[in-house]
Structures are given as C-alpha cells and as structure tokens.
C-alpha cells in the first residue's frame, strides 16, 4: 500500500543518542545499528562493523513519523506540489511515510489515476507514499468509486476529503460498499448548509472583523450523522482534521458506545486560536478554520488522553500569488510537512502541555494504527525509519524543501529540529 | 489543565514605524480620533470662506481606487482631495484592466509606479488594504473592505453627533437593522466606544452577528431609550438567494422600520445612505427636521479633508495601519 523509490539499504551506526521509542517502551541513551536498512543492533557501545558513524549525542533518536494526511496536489498542481518535493519536504519534517488526499485534479477516482501516481512514487518517493482514494466519482456525492478495484489498485483508504459527503444515504451506501475492501473511509465533517460562505470561526473574531461565521456546530453535526452511521452500519470511520470541543465530545460518546472512530488533529489546530485571523494573513486561512481557545483546549486534552489519536498536518500547498490577495479571496490550506513536530515541539511540550512521549506517539504508532500501517519503530529486525531530532536546537522558518511557502509558520523561531531521517533504511534527510 | 499561552498575540502587529493610514477605527487612540475630529473642524469653518479651495496639499497625488460602486464616498473623497488642492485620480474596477482579470496586487503595483502619496481604496473583499499597504509605498485610506471597516464613515458620523447633539460622552446611540453585513456598523462600534458613547445593537436575530462584545436585542422599542438612532440600509445587494436572514422585506419593515410611531420626539435619526425609504426607514422619518442625513454628507467631505491631511503630514501619534503579514 505505500511506495517509495528503491535504493541500497543502509549501513549506519547511531552513536549515544537518547533512544526514545513508547510504544516499545525504550527511554535510553543506546547505540542503533543499522546493517542493509534493518536494525540489527541496539545497545551500549555497539560494534562500528566498517558502518557510517552518526554522533547522536545530545540528540533523540525516534521512530520517523507517520502523516495521515497531505496533499500533493499530483496531478494537476504540479506548480504547488510534486510526489519529489512533497516527500522531500516530508523527509525534512522527520516523516517515513505520508497518505495523499485524493482532491487532485483529476480526481483519484479510478485505477488509471492511482495507477500512474502509484508508478511516479515508485520512482520518485523520497518516504514512503500511500495514495487515499475518492468515496465518489469526482466527489460529487453522487456515485460511488470502484472501490474494490481501487483498493486491489492500492487504495489506502477512501476519503472525499475537501468536500464532505453531502448525503447521508450516499454516506451510508459508502460504508456498506468499503467493507468489502478492508479499507477506511476518512471523512472531512462538514454541514455546508451551516458553514456556507463562512471563512473564519463564527465567534467574536468573525463578527467584529465581518467575516461570514463557519459555526463549530457545521462540524459537529456532521461528525455526529457520521458516526451515527458509522454504528449502525457498524464499520469503522476516521474522522479528519477536527476543530472543535463539540466534535470531540460526540467521538468521545462514541468510541464509549464502542463505535470504531478514529481521529486526527493538526498542529496549527493545537497551537493557534480564531485570534490568530485578526492579522489577516491569507495563512491563517484553513478548512477547517481556527476555533476559540476552548476549542484548542479540548482538542489537547484528546489528544492526551488518545480520543485523538494522531496528528496529521493537512499539508495544503499553495502558489505564492494565489495566497497573495485579500485574505477573503484567498484559499484555504496552509503547508505544515516541514515545521509540524517542531512548532508542536516548540508550543506544547516545551510549554509543559503535552509529554514528549505523547507527541512521538500520536505522530508515529498512532497513525500507523488508524490506517493499518507498519508502525516505524525501534526494534532489532524492523525496518529503519528513524528520526533524529536536536530538540534544544532554534531555527526560524525561511526555506523549504516543499514547492509552496504557504506557512502559518513564515518568520517565527521554532525550537526542536530534525537532524536526520532515515525512511525505508536508507537517509532520505540530512542536515 | 495547564493554562496555554495563547501563541502569536505578542507577534502581530509588529512594532517597527509604519507608514501612517487610516484602515481601522482598531487602529485609533481616542488622542487621533479627537485630533482627526478638531482638524475637520478647522476645514469646515475654511469652507465658509468665498473661495473653498486650500493649498494645504498641493503637489500631492490622491489616487482613488474603487472595485464597488460607490457615489456619496467617492465623489466625497474627490472633492475633499480638490479642495486641498491635490492632484487625484480616479479609477472604478468596470472599464479597467481589473476587468481582465488583473489581480489587485498588480493593480497597486501599477498605480504606486505613479508615486500616489495617497491611494483610497473600496473593495468587497476583507484585507484588500492591508495588501495595498503592503505592495505600495503610498499611505491608505479604507473606503471600505468587504464587511470589515468603513473608518472614514464612522468618524464622519461620530463628528456629526458632535456638532448636532454637542457632546459625545455618554450618549446612547442605537444602531439599527442588518448589522451582519454592515462595515459602517462594525467602525462605529469601535469609534463610539472610543469616545465613550453606549451602543445598542438592534434587529432581526440572523442579523446580529454571534459573538460582539456590545448589548444586541431584538425588540425595536429599546431604539426609545436611545439619543440617537443609527438606521443601517437593508443591503439587499449581499443578501443570497433563499438564505432567509429574514422571512421578506414586508415583514423587516413592519417589525423593525423606523417610523414617526416608534421615536420620541426630538430623537435624532442618521442613516448612512444611500436608503430604501419604507424599509428600513420610513419617508416621513427620513424628510424630518431630526433626521441628518444631510448633514453626514457634508461632513463627510470635511473628515474626509480631515483623514487626508493626517496621513500627509502627521502629528504625534500615528494612524496605524493593522499590521499585514509580509510575505517575501
């Protein structure tokens, strides 16, 4: 399901960093050796065996991390994105594997589409690459995909993501159908008849800057249709990018009524408020949009506690000058690849909020859990996907591997950066 | 759960010297707006004299650049130019190169080639004079961004308040109809709280926006306890088809138009034009003695005089522009 281009696995000893992996339980200063792209050896003062010494003192060495969600805008954009410099930029942001959104232009609708993509990232990929496909035919909401040959094509899951599925019978036909596959549907939660023109949370920001208001409640319907859906037809749902603490409260209710949900949450949805738009910076502008400080504050807490079990960035490139107009005409998505660990780093475990443990976990296992992947991890006979990270390090946001400069982060000092990234046993980033 | 600091509150506006504007009442210390409020004065009593022009801005070029139609604030905003002597251009989006598609960036571009000290811009979107400050060397002036701000309006209106009901501290006004949609009530709010005057929001429940910071009703009696009552224009032009904001304009008009039955005797009635006379404001209201409708228009040439000549040549305190992001 995930492709990355082939090359020689490689032979490297990391030397003396903290080995911090939780789900594996290790929190040691150790030595890592990798023989061909397998782990071979952790442990104290390990044979260097002719291997590529990497000095990891003072550094954290970490399973590499897992994006549920990113938008390479392939094909159709290759001006914003590419399948090369999106996992470029996925390798500098400590990624081993990402899973691309079907929105692109043509629609990931066929096997013919996902066909060529699955080809290009096999040539191309700096990490491994996993392709979603659409829940309907050019997400329309009106018919469904091929989805079982889409799944056999490579699918990883389906998601209509950008659009929400309008109709709950078309929704509840989708669910029957995926079952069949195996495979997930991710769903962009979304009442468009409640969010309509809306560009910026409806709340206090909204209404004394004039902006139309895109309610919490435009979400939280909709994640309550769907996984009300969800437990009748009893198949599991992932829920995308959540915002808002009414939205959590009804995942909350569900997973207690043991509904198969899952979750995720971007970075700049735990690090930034509805206050953040006052600046009127086109990269404040995202769907779904900034909420109010209570909002945040739920969404760290389920995170914490697991209702949220991955952080996903919503990798949305986006060309300079179509950002580069009045806030209200520009569109929505921020890029995120390069900076996610740090700024979340920076705001949230630097700020004493959430463990760094945590943060690994819910960038790592977390999202190879909801999605069936192999979980990257430090353990002798696994695959090397590591991440090496220098946390003390302060860096500011200027250059990127990625096609687009759309940051929310552009300018700021982050603090935590990752030095090295080994994806598929070879190093696809270094510093 | 550990209390969060609220990340970027500290980081924006950014304190490095900005070119003075006029965007935001936001941007307003109570000092600018009372200082903006004497200098128009001073021009409205020179505009008694025989010959109203002055050579206060001679040489200086005023640019005004408007993607909405507009009569009252541009030719407002011409004359005011005129009468201190600038040089002014003026450009409406129908006939001009935005007709093909050119993006307002380039717009600016093109026009701050010509070195504008000035450009005067109206634009339906949000943010289009923060870009327009952030692309041009020119100083800005806001005619008015999409539903955000309409400064020169609200200082011409706080103005007009001084000169007819003399003071301004502690005056009620009540700001009635379609707030929602309304720039001109969004600066207001900010400016009357500026020089202490108490609001009131009034109208139909999907009109008043979730979330302001200053007392809303629906009942349309509360207008009674008011000095003066604020009329906003119906804007039919933004209403969309079917999103039912109210059920007709019968019923708006019925339930929440200003009539004789509904004032007190002597209450004062602004509107800031142009009106749907028997919607929100009936003709007998708008014809009266108490009505200064009028009278708004010609101060808004004076503030507007008034607004020009700040940006030009400052003071103390600055005109601040809400700082936009600078994207390299």
Redesign the interface.
């Known amino acids: 399901m995930l492709y990355i281009k082939e090359r020689p696995g490689e032979n490297i000893v990391v030397r003396a960093a903290r080995v911090l992996d939780p789900t594996e339980g290790i929190d040691a200063t150790l030595d890592v050796r990798i023989d061909g792209g397998m782990i071979a050896a952790i442990g104290e003062s390990l044979d260097r065996n002719e291997h590529r010494v990497v000095d990891g003192a003072g550094l954290v060495l970490t399973p590499a991390f897992v994006d549920p969600h990113v938008h390479l805008r392939t094909p159709g954009r290759e001006d914003e994105e590419t399948i090369a410099t999106g996992t470029a930029a996925a390798a500098a942001g400590g990624f081993c594997a990402i899973l691309a959104m079907p929105n692109t232009d043509p629609v990931v609708d066929s096997a013919a589409t996902l066909g060529a993509l699955v080809e290009t990232a096999a040539r191309q990929a700096e990490v491994a690459v996993g392709f979603l496909a659409a829940i309907t035919r050019g997400q329309k909401g009106e018919e469904l995909t091929e989805m079982a040959e889409l799944a056999d094509s490579g699918a990883v899951a389906f998601s209509d993501d950008g659009v929400p599925v309008a109709s709950a019978g078309m929704m509840r036909r989708a669910l029957q159908y995926a079952s069949i596959t195996g495979r997930k549907l991710a769903l962009h939660c979304e009442e468009r008849s409640l969010s309509?023109?809306g560009q910026v949370h409806?709340?206090?920001?909204?209404?004394?800057?004039?902006?139309?208001?895109y309610?919490s409640v435009a979400e939280s319907v909709m994640v309550e249709r769907d996984l009300a859906l969800a437990g009748y037809e009893g198949q599991p749902v992932h829920l995308l990018h959540l915002s808002s603490a009414d939205s959590v409260a009804a995942l909350r209710r569900a997973r207690a009524a043991s509904i198969e949900a899952t979750a995720e949450v971007t970075p700049h949805h735990l690090?930034?408020?509805d206050?953040?738009v006052?600046?009127?910076?086109?990269?404040m502008k995202m769907n779904p949009p900034l909420r109010s400080?209570e909002d945040?504050?739920a969404l760290?807490?389920a995170l914490q506690d697991g209702t949220i079990e991955c952080i996903a960035t919503d990798h949305a490139p986006h060309a300079?000058?179509e950002?580069?107009?009045?806030?209200?005409?520009a569109p929505f998505g921020v890029t995120g690849l390069e900076t996610a660990f740090a700024v979340v780093h920076t705001?949230l475990v630097r700020?004493?909020?959430l463990p760094l443990a945590t943060v690994i976990e819910r960038m790592t296992a977390g999202p190879a859990r909801v999605f069936g992947l192999d979980r990257p991890r430090v353990a002798v006979g696994a695959t090397a996907n590591l991440a090496l990270l220098d946390l003390e390090r302060e860096w500011t946001v200027e250059t990127f591997k990625s096609r687009s400069?759309n940051s929310w982060l552009?300018?700021?000092t982050l603090v935590g950066q990752v030095a090295m990234t080994i994806a598929g046993g070879a190093v696809a980033f270094e510093r | 759960m550990t209390t969060i600091r609220l990340v970027r509150d500290d980081l924006r506006p950014p304190d490095k010297p900005l070119r003075r504007h006029c965007i935001s009442i936001a941007d307003l210390t109570r000092d600018d707006l009372q200082r903006l409020l004497g200098t128009a004065r001073t021009f409205e009593t020179a505009l008694d004299r025989e010959v109203k022009k002055l050579p206060t801005l001679k040489g200086r070029l005023v640019v005004n650049l408007f993607y909405e139609s507009s009569t009252r604030t541009s030719s407002s905003f011409e004359l005011a130019a005129k009468r201190l002597s600038a040089d002014t251009l003026t450009l409406k989006s129908a006939g001009s190169s935005v007709d093909k598609g050119e993006s307002l960036k380039d717009t600016a571009l093109t026009l701050g080639a010509y070195d504008p000290d000035v450009i005067v811009i109206r634009h339906p979107q949000i943010g289009a004079p923060q870009l327009v400050a952030r692309v041009t060397e020119a100083h800005v002036v806001n005619a008015g961004d999409g539903k955000n701000q309409h400064p020169t309006q609200a200082l011409l209106d706080v103005y007009t308040i001084q000169q007819q009901v003399g003071r301004l501290d502690g005056l009620h006004v009540a700001i009635v109809g379609d707030v929602l949609h309304s720039r001109v009530a969004r600066s207001l709010i900010q400016a009357f709280e500026l020089v202490g005057i108490h609001t009131t929001l009034v109208g139909p429940p999907a009109l008043l926006p979730r979330g302001m910071k200053v007392p809303m009703t629906t009942d349309v009696d509360a207008i009674r306890d008011a000095d003066v009552v604020y009329v906003l224009r119906m804007q039919q032009e933004r209403m969309q088809a079917g999103a039912n904001y109210v059920p007709s304009l019968r019923e708006y008009a019925a339930r929440w138009g200003i009539t004789p039955e509904r004032l007190r005797p002597g209450q004062k009635v602004m509107h800031p034009g142009p009106m749907n006379r028997g919607v929100e404001i009936d003709p007998r209201v708008a014809d009266s003695v108490d009505a200064l409708v009028e009278t708004q228009v010609r101060s808004g040439l004076v503030v507007r005089m008034a607004v020009l000549y700040d940006v030009l040549t400052g003071g103390p305190v600055g005109v601040r522009a809400l700082a936009a992001a600078e994207v390299a």
């Not at chain 1, 950002?323 to 005409?329: I, L, N, S, Y």
């Open positions: 309509s023109d409806e709340g206090t920001v909204a209404a004394e800057l004039g902006f139309h208001g309610p690090v930034l408020t206050e953040a006052r600046t009127l910076d086109a990269n400080a945040r504050t760290i807490e300079l000058h950002k580069d107009v009045p806030f209200e005409a705001h700020g004493g909020v400069r552009l300018g700021e």
